[in-house]
Every structure is written in structure tokens, then in C-alpha cells.
T-cell receptor
Framework: DAKTTQPNSMESNEEEPVHLPCNHS???????IHWYRQLPSQGPEYVIH???SNVNNRMASLAIAEDRKSSTLILHRATLRDAAVYYC??????????FGGGTRLMVKP | KAGVTQTPRYLIKTRGQQVTLSCSPI?????VSWYQQTPGQGLQFLFE???????NKGNFPGRFSGRQFSNSRSEMNVSTLELGDSALYLC?????????????FGPGTRLTVL
């Protein structure tokens, strides 16, 4: 499995954009990059995933570097509800999720 | 559509006992996987079941086992409990096998071993 490096924690102000970086320099060419988040006292929830192109959904955007060695999850306007641990996970076909330490996002009102 | 449900939500056991946890996946999902979450080790994959067959297994001792029924519901069992088994046990379901399909997690079962 590809190793990932994420900041342990980040802080943001409410209603401002947040960029959560992830380094996955050993990713293989066919691994998808998945992002999950875990809100306090809940199970993880899916946020977004992509392979090569940038992706958008109602929750977030995912920007993938051209060499695929890094990606950035973008929350366009952070809310208090977005305070969670965010996990960046390269996923190979047939394998399961390998969670790293993630980034704890704190949102200040 | 109802989400993934896990029962019980909380459980207290003593060392040496065994425990069975249950997971009901989202209707139509055929894959169920289990994860253990502890403060020290984070989230770790236990095993995955698809169509009643174990497809993948994580690096856990044989005391941890599971099964899946024909209705896709799954149970995991931990025998001879140790203090270190205290954790949040999460299950996730998906339509197809493997994690390339979106995983939908339940709220977890909090197991405390005394």
C-alpha cells in the first residue's frame, strides 16, 4: 500500500476555504485517491475520490497533482460541522482501506 | 435508505470472555468489512466479507473471526478477550467487494474489556 503523509492538525476560520494536503509519493498508477472524514463520535464517512483529474462534488473538491504524488482536498467554505479528522487513502483494486493518522481539522467560529 | 447499523452500541466484558458484534449493511450491499479503532493504533482493517466468503483479512490474531449470512448481515467474534481489545469496532458496507467502492460506515460498537 502507498504511504501517505498528512499534517497532524490544521485550523481554519468558519466560512473560509480550507486546503488539506496529502503526500502519496509511492502511489501506483492505478490507485485511486480516496478521502474520508471522521466526525467526533461517528464512523468515517466518504468525502470524495479521484484518479487523475480534479473532481468536485457537493461536499468538496479534490485537486490531484499532475505527477499524482500529492493531492489537496478543498473545502470551499468551512463550517463548524466540518471539524473532523480527514484521511487521505490511496486505494488499489481489490484491497481495503488503510488509514493513516489523518489531519485533525479545527474550525473556529 | 437506512444506513449501516451496528449492535450493540456499547459493551462491557471481562478478560477471558468472548463477544459477538453484529452489523447490518445498507440494503442491497453485499460487502461488509470490519475495522478496529484504538487511540494508539488508529483505524485498522480486520476482515472483509463478500457473498458470505472472507475475501481479505488484516493482521489480527485468530481470536478475531467473522462471518456473513445470506442476507449480507455480518457478525464478528472475539474470543478470550484481552485488555488490549478495548476499542471501537466499526463495520462498513459497500455494493461490491474492495475499497474502490464507496464504503459506508456504521456508528461502531464501543467494547470495553475490564
Amino acid at each position: 500500500d502507498a504511504k501517505t503523509t498528512q499534517p497532524n492538525s490544521m485550523e481554519s476560520n468558519e466560512e473560509e476555504p480550507v486546503h488539506l494536503p496529502c503526500n502519496h509519493s509511492t502511489i501506483s498508477g492505478t490507485d485511486y485517491i480516496h478521502w474520508y472524514r471522521q466526525l467526533p463520535s461517528q464512523g468515517p464517512e466518504y468525502v470524495i475520490h479521484g484518479l487523475t483529474s480534479n473532481v468536485n462534488n457537493r461536499m468538496a473538491s479534490l485537486a490531484i497533482a499532475e505527477d499524482r504524488k500529492s493531492s489537496t482536498l478543498i473545502l470551499h467554505r468551512a463550517t463548524l460541522r466540518d471539524a473532523a479528522v480527514y484521511y487521505c487513502i490511496p486505494v488499489s483494486a481489490g484491497n481495503m482501506l488503510t488509514f493513516g493518522g489523518g489531519t485533525r481539522l479545527m474550525v473556529k467560529p | 435508505k437506512a444506513g449501516v447499523t451496528q449492535t450493540p452500541r456499547y459493551l462491557i466484558k471481562t478478560r477471558g470472555q468472548q463477544v459477538t458484534l453484529s452489523c447490518s449493511p445498507i440494503s442491497g450491499h453485499r460487502s461488509v468489512s470490519w475495522y478496529q479503532q484504538t487511540p494508539g493504533q488508529g483505524l485498522q482493517f480486520l476482515f472483509e466479507y463478500f457473498s458470505e466468503t472472507q475475501r481479505n483479512k488484516g493482521n489480527f490474531p485468530g481470536r478475531f473471526s467473522g462471518r456473513q449470512f445470506s442476507n449480507s448481515r455480518s457478525e464478528m467474534n472475539v474470543s478470550t478477550l484481552e485488555l488490549g481489545d478495548s476499542a471501537l469496532y466499526l463495520c462498513a458496507s459497500s455494493l461490491n467487494a474492495g475499497a474502490t467502492d464507496t464504503q459506508y460506515f456504521g456508528p461502531g460498537t464501543r467494547l470495553t474489556v475490564l
